[in-house]
C-alpha cells in the first residue's frame, strides 16, 4: 500500500538533545512538509520541500533543520535551539493535489 | 497572525443531529478550501473541499457552504454519528496546486453522544 511512514510512533529525549524524525512515502510525491501540532493550535507549517535538494522555511521554522536528499525521504532535525519541542510532529506529502498526512511522531522532552 | 478562523473550538452533538463548524479568512487571495477530519493518535486525512466559484458541496452527509462575500465556509453533518467523534480542521490555500502550503484553523473536537 502506498503512504507516508513516519517513525517512530512516540519518541523520548532529554533536554539539551537534537533528534530526528523520520519521513518515507512511496507515492512519487514531489512535495513533502512538516508540521507541528499543539493542543488547541491547529497545524503549523515547519519546512516544506518541493523538489529535491530544495527545501523553504514555514511559519514556525527556528530550530528545525530538514534535507531532503531523496525524493522519498524527509526528515525533521529538532535541535537544541527550539524551546518547546513537546509536540505532535505530523508528515506530509503531496502532487498536485490534497496533502497526504503520516500519522505522526509524539515528541516528548524533558 | 491567524489567517483562518475556526470556530467552535468543541462542539457535542446528539446522534442524529446535525453538527455545524464555521471558519473565516481575511486572505482574499486563498481559492482552496479543505475541511480534514482527524482520529486521536492519526494523522489528519482529507475530507471535502470547496473552491470558491461554488457556493456549496455535498459529499454524502458532508456539505460545504461558501459564502465569498463574507470570507466564510461552514461545515456540516447531517444525522452525525458516534463514528464522526473527532477533530476537524478548516484550511485554505493558494492555488489548488500541491506545491503551495495550507493554513490550518485552530481545530474543532466533535462529540457526537449516543
Known amino acids: 500500500d502506498g503512504g507516508i511512514t513516519q517513525s517512530p510512533k512516540y519518541l523520548f529525549r532529554k533536554e539539551g538533545q537534537n533528534v530526528t524524525l523520520s519521513c518515507e512515502q512511496n507515492l512519487n510525491h514531489d512535495a513533502m512538509y512538516w508540521y507541528r501540532q499543539d493542543p488547541g493550535q491547529g497545524l503549523r507549517l515547519i519546512y516544506y520541500?518541493?523538489?529535491?535538494?530544495?527545501?523553504q522555511k514555514g511559519d514556525i521554522a527556528e530550530g528545525y533543520s530538514v534535507s531532503r536528499e531523496k525524493k522519498e525521504s524527509f526528515p525533521l532535525t529538532v535541535t537544541s535551539a527550539q524551546k518547546n519541542p513537546t509536540a505532535f510532529y505530523l508528515c506530509a506529502s503531496a502532487r498536485g493535489g490534497p496533502l497526504h498526512f503520516g500519522n505522526g511522531t509524539r515528541l516528548t522532552v524533558t | 497572525q491567524q489567517q483562518v478562523k475556526q470556530s467552535p473550538q468543541s462542539l457535542i452533538v446528539q446522534k442524529g443531529g446535525i453538527s455545524i463548524i464555521n471558519c473565516a479568512y481575511e486572505?482574499?487571495?486563498?481559492?482552496?478550501f479543505p475541511w480534514y477530519q482527524q482520529f486521536p493518535g492519526k494523522g489528519p486525512a482529507l475530507l471535502i473541499a470547496i473552491r470558491p466559484d461554488v457556493s456549496e458541496k455535498k459529499e454524502g452527509r458532508f456539505t460545504i457552504s461558501f459564502n465569498k462575500s463574507a470570507k466564510q465556509f461552514s461545515l456540516h453533518i447531517m444525522d452525525s454519528q458516534p463514528g464522526d467523534s473527532a477533530t476537524y480542521f478548516c484550511a485554505a490555500r493558494i492555488g489548488n496546486s500541491g506545491y503551495s502550503t495550507l493554513t490550518f484553523g485552530k481545530g474543532t473536537m466533535l462529540l457526537v453522544s449516543p
Open positions: 486572505n482574499t487571495a486563498f481559492d482552496y
Open positions: 520541500s518541493q523538489i529535491v535538494n530544495d527545501f
